[in-house]
């Protein structure tokens, strides 16, 4: 999926539990890597099978999201974190 950002579009991936989300995570991976780290899959979907719907998202300029990481700084992650809540 695609959501707006500051800096163009974030491509990111709602994991989904079976039934009806008990509760919502936001998953922010680490510095320079993706939402599809080996990592970032496991604890998503781990939290998912416990009812957990987990959005995670790549950072501006980082896997399929849009912008130049070169550009990228703080405050334009912490942008992008907000427009994901958003």
């Not at 491509?11 to 320079?32: E, K, V």
């Amino acid at each position: 999926m695609r959501i707006p950002g500051t800096h163009g579009e974030l491509d990111a991936r709602l994991d989904l539990p079976s039934g009806t989300p008990r509760d919502y995570a936001l998953f922010a991976h680490c510095f320079t890597c993706s939402k599809d780290t080996v990592a970032a899959s496991r604890v998503s979907r781990a939290l998912a099978a416990r009812g957990i719907a987990v959005l995670r998202f790549d950072f501006t300029g980082l896997g399929g999201s849009d912008g130049e990481f070169a550009n990228t700084n703080f405050s334009s992650n912490t942008e992008d974190l907000i427009k994901a809540v958003e």
